[in-house]
């Protein structure tokens, strides 16, 4: 039978541009989240990270955005770059007794020269 | 620190061959975590340890899979019968909580089974 995968939300847009990933979270007890990037063939790779006491975090040339009243996160990219180009997912770690992380289906950002 | 290290990085077997995957934590890290990613399915989490001892094995998806940790610096994957539906990448990752909570993923293992 016809295999069905999921379709990836994706982002593109143009080199220089300021770039927004979004992301919903399911549990509202979560208290820490990270962003990670995934390029073609590779693991994930660690980006920024968020605890639920704070709304904002800066990185370099990033930004976690995060709105716990709508469980809601945000990875800001600032002056897109070609090697900004791949995978992005958010994941959700739901404390406790528990180091439990569970991601997101991830947004695919491609851009463009 | 040469970071999380799985091997094989490519593995094809045909079905109902018994497949080992491996993986090294990144030393002094306590936590070890297996995923498994696909196109269908996404980034799944298999099972994962803490000081060597399974906590939560709840994704394992069949009695065909099976994970060991027998000391601190390794850890193996089994699936035994192979299918081919068991085709993925699969991950490992490590952490060292409460330090971080942040988990460091291998390059992975890409199985094929024909």
């Known amino acids: 039978g016809e295999s069905v995968g999921l379709h990836l939300p994706t982002l593109s847009v143009q080199e220089g541009d300021n770039s927004i990933i979004n992301c919903a979270y399911s549990?509202?007890?979560?208290?820490?989240f990270i962003w990670y990037k995934q390029e073609s063939g590779k693991g994930p790779q660690f980006i920024i990270d968020?605890?639920?006491?704070?709304d904002k975090r800066q990185g370099q040339r990033v930004t976690v955005l995060l709105n716990k009243t709508v469980k809601h996160l945000s990875l800001q990219i600032a002056a897109t770059q070609p090697g900004d180009s791949a995978v992005y997912f958010c994941?959700?770690?739901?404390?406790?007794?528990?180091?439990?992380?569970?991601f997101g289906t991830g947004t695919l950002l491609a851009v463009q020269p | 620190d040469a970071g999380v290290i799985q091997s094989p990085r490519h593995e094809v077997t045909e079905m109902g061959q018994e497949v080992t995957l491996r993986c090294k934590p990144i030393?002094?890290?306590?936590?070890l975590f297996w995923y498994r990613q696909t196109m269908m399915r996404g980034l799944e989490l298999l099972i994962y340890f803490n000081n060597n001892v399974p906590i939560d094995d709840s994704g394992m998806p069949e009695d065909r899979f099976s994970a060991k940790m027998p000391n601190a610096s390794f850890s193996t994957l089994k699936i035994q019968p192979s299918e081919p539906r068991d085709s993925a990448v699969y991950f490992c990752a490590s952490s060292f909580p409460p330090g971080t909570d942040e988990q460091y993923f291998g390059p992975g293992t890409r199985l094929t089974v024909t």
């Open positions: 968020i605890r639920s006491n704070m």
């Open positions: 549990n509202s007890a979560s208290d820490y």
């Open positions: 994941a959700e770690l739901y404390g406790g007794a528990t180091n439990k992380l569970i």
């Open positions: 030393s002094g890290h306590n936590s």
